[in-house]
């Protein structure tokens, strides 16, 4: 992940108020496009249905539609990325550059079988027209091969590409949707719906296409990525988990008859508590793209200093201090992220107070708004701890605070549900400030024993054993080649 993070550190060199305003531009496209994208459209094509009087319904039916692809596209896609990643990074570090390009097409034909089976067990029942079902499903696709695509762009470099594919998908987007409905007599929905997809498929053609560009050489080995996940399964837990623990607050929402709306047989949501909480979730953006530039960045150097001179038999007093301002080094960058991060918390909460009631929003949603962004701090703090955790492969500690942080999402929320409606969010909230307490008690027990970790556990060095699916990947390479 330091990687992108050191090529976007590149952009910020030229001085200037322009040089930055296009610096951070290319950052938040390149770490958060999809989530950037799916706000734009969405908030942009309510207000332009608002405007030329489409019926609530009808909107709602919009709303629930995009976000049940966006949001189990993330979740599908989580632990997928993640293993992707690390065999990206592998391959690049010992050269394999050939192995990359086919992996990519392995992974983008398991994840569709993967997100085929899901589209047609959701739907099979749905009493939704059949032509709404297919543009939907293209759409949730779309947006899981978009993000399966961006954990390349570390690899591609090329930020500004990138960073243009996403505006040029938003552009045609809405002149597609608003084409559709003002000339073309096609259901207003359904226009939205379409060009949405075609956005989507915009930056899925120019991303791939870069891709393609960079990594010309390929192997046969189109599935070897599927072996990481018998070898690192714990880093596909620790994604999944995380990510579920985003959304499953809403889950359990969704379980509750007396304040849920079923949205033509098929989508369940909430909108007291899902708008409230699509809200707040922007909160916690600016730390992603902080994190990657400034943050990551920062303790990296030391990190790899210090592995360095263990690796190379460097002196016990060298290594020492080596230690030492490592972990000053992770400790001072968290200490500044959560700094700035409060910083963007107060600002939310200030400007949602104001603004978010001109747009619908009730005193109850208002509530329910400032106490989730004050969740999503406190989520977001322990992403960033959990992402160190994984840096000093201490695996095992990262999959057990996302897997606190998901089982106390559901359980404190449903809690919380019973209470009465002045606490919805509190248990998102509590699960949010009980996992960071366990991610910090976690990185102090880690640094306080790491020569234990480093020299006896030597997880940072240590391979599985390869297992059945690993002999099975294998034989089916020998037979491809």
Known sequence: MAGIGFELKKLFKDKGLLSTIRAYLYSTFVT???????????T???????????????RELLQVTIMYAFIFAVIISSGYCM???????DR??????EDILPALYGSLTTIIIICGIIGILFYYRSPIDIVYKIFSYILFVGLTVEMILGVYVSAIKEFKKVAFSFLYG????LITGYILIKYKGVDEILSVVIGFDLCILVVIIILANEIQKY?????????NFIKYFERFYLIFLTNLFFTMGL???NFAFWMMPEINRIIEGTYVYTPLYDIPAAYAFLSSIPTMIIFVVKVETGFYEKYKNYFALINHRGAYEDIEVAKRQMIKAVYREVVYIMKIQLVFTIGFLIVGIKLLPFIGFTSNMINIYSILVLG???VIIMFVIMTILLYYDHKKAACFVTLSFVMTSFVFTLMSMYIGQNSYGLGFFMSGLVSLVFAIMELEKYFNDIEYHVFCIQTGFKEADEGKLSHFIDKMNKIGG
């Open 32 to 42: 958060v496009g999809p989530i950037i994208i799916s706000v734009l459209v969405i």
């Open 44 to 58: 942009m094509l309510q207000f332009l249905l608002k405007y030329i009087g489409i019926e609530t319904n009808k």
């Open 83 to 89: 293993m992707l990643s690390r065999y990206l990074s």
């Open 92 to 97: 690049l570090y010992m050269q394999k550059k």
């Open 170 to 173: 938003t552009i045609l987007g």
């Open 215 to 223: 990594f010309r050489e390929k192997s046969l080995l189109y599935f």
């Open 247 to 249: 959304y499953v607050h």
């Open 376 to 378: 999503y701090y406190c």
